[in-house]
């Protein structure tokens, strides 16, 4: 494996493909901040330079973190398809790349070689890639998933209806949740993050979305966003989710820092499979975002990219409904600022998709990073052309209750307008009944929460 080019002159030797991974990443203060990252433009060029000309092979040989000592590896080695990676083993990084963007490759050639591939040969391809690269090899996969109803179509842009409420008080949720409803937002999910994680709390929550659901006969599924373990205690007491949540990190102890593991997931996939109300197959939550596993300690001395890559190769385990990265939650301790948090967006929508994950995005950044809400207009709607199956919707961008700013209810109606694009098939004909959307367009009801007074 050479780890060794010369550049202009100079003359750049990495130790390991760990330093190359790092060093070939696009500017990141978490990079930084952890003290791995290229110490200027002409390094991280060397370091792509080195990173396209290694295998796959190289890269599924030298693991960054051995399977023996982390369970996150043995699951993304254990799900790869021996027949498919032998084809392509002998691939260059750059090879892959190039395969990925030719323009014979399509859907269906993509979702086959997925299966072949490693978290870390996924995550080395989306480092030699431009943004441009990013959203045109998105834009070819197309990851449908069901739960009550089916999204990810070619051509359909779903939201996350997120009513949070600072206090969890029922008629404040109620009220955001018609909101979004009235912008024909709430098809991917009606999700809350719950300020009281107690099991009472939860069920109270998926007790009310149910009924809503269910008085006004919307095709669509409820979660609430507690600890998984949370939810499970709720479950079992009767409450009526039709799915579940967790967060995921790239790394065993990065999970265990979240409070859980593989096995409490597995326990979780099955429970909601028994005692879940969604009709399934698909039955799973997960959010990340770069940069979990350097607030945790566990980042092992491993990128910020290649982690979150990793926690797409866990998750697609589990066969989610829907996934999303929280990209510019954490701060500009990780994503400094708004050129930074919209190429982690198209990273992490790329990835997640070539893993065959129901991609969401939430266009997001705190109050006290480098960014405003016009960068986060650009991000959407270059999500809008990569194909991402679902956004956040949030009440006037602005989540009370989080206290961070992400794309509002009319910002998503204002995007499939704009993209030509449509909610889910079955939530559309639910809108087209209740006279909020016709002919594919939103009628002048939308955005008056009234209708549901």
């Known amino acids: 494996m050479n780890l060794k080019t010369t550049l202009l002159g100079t003359t750049f030797q990495f130790k390991n493909l760990k330093e190359v991974m790092a060093k070939a990443n696009e500017e ?24 396209s000309d290694l295998t796959l092979a190289d890269i599924r040989n030298h693991p960054l973190l051995q399977p023996e000592i982390d369970e996150v590896s043995r699951v993304i080695e254990e799900g790869i398809n021996e027949k498919i990676y032998t084809e392509v083993c002998n691939w260059t990084v750059a090879e892959l790349r190039e395969y990925l963007l030719r323009q014979e490759t399509g859907n269906d050639e993509i979702r086959r070689l997925s299966r072949g591939l490693t978290s870390e040969m996924v995550a080395a391809a989306a480092k030699l890639m431009s943004n441009l690269d990013l959203v045109q090899a998105a834009s070819k996969m197309e990851v449908t998933s069901h739960c009550n109803i089916t999204i990810g179509q070619k051509g359909v842009l779903s939201g996350r209806a997120q009513p949070n409420h600072p206090t969890d008080n029922i008629q404040g949720i109620k009220a955001a949740l018609y909101e979004a409803l009235s912008y024909g937002i709430g098809d991917a999910v009606i999700g809350i993050n719950p300020v009281i994680d107690s099991a009472d709390s939860v069920k109270n929550i998926l007790q009310v979305t149910k009924e809503v659901m269910e008085k006004w006969q919307i095709p669509t599924q409820n979660c609430v966003l507690a ?13 009526p989710a039709d799915m579940v949540f967790q967060s995921l990190s790239g790394t065993e102890n990065g999970n265990k820092a979240f409070g859980i593991d593989v096995a409490l997931l597995d326990e979780a996939d099955d429970l909601i499979a028994r005692e879940g109300t969604g009709t399934g197959p698909n039955l799973w939550y997960f959010e990340t975002g770069q940069g979990s596993e350097l607030s945790a300690e566990a980042h092992h001395g491993i990128d910020q990219v290649t982690l979150e890559s ?7 385990k589990y066969k989610p409904f829907i996934v999303n990265t929280v990209v510019g939650f954490i701060g500009p301790e990780y994503l400094y600022d708004s050129k930074q948090v919209i190429r982690a967006g198209l990273e992490d929508h790329f990835m997640g998709k070539l893993q065959q994950l129901p991609m969401g995005v939430d266009v997001c950044y705190t109050n006290h990073m480098k960014a405003d809400q016009n960068d986060m207009d650009n991000l959407a709607v270059l999500l809008s052309a990569a194909g991402v199956n679902y956004l956040i919707g949030v009440a006037m961008a602005d989540d009370c209750m989080l206290n961070y700013q992400s794309t509002s209810y009319h910002d998503i109606a204002t995007l499939r307008e704009l993209m030509r694009l449509r909610p889910a098939p079955a939530f559309e004909q639910w809108l087209v009944k209740m006279g909020i959307m016709e002919n594919g367009r939103l009628t002048p009801l939308a955005g008056d929460p009234t209708l549901f007074m």
């Open 227 to 239: 600890h998984i373990k949370t939810q499970m205690r709720a479950i079992r007491q009767g409450a």
């Open 28 to 51: 990141k203060s978490g990079d930084q901040l952890a003290g791995i990252s290229a110490q200027d433009a002409k390094e991280r060029i060397a370091a792509k330079l080195v990173l």
């Open 310 to 316: 990793r926690c797409y190769g866990l998750a697609r």
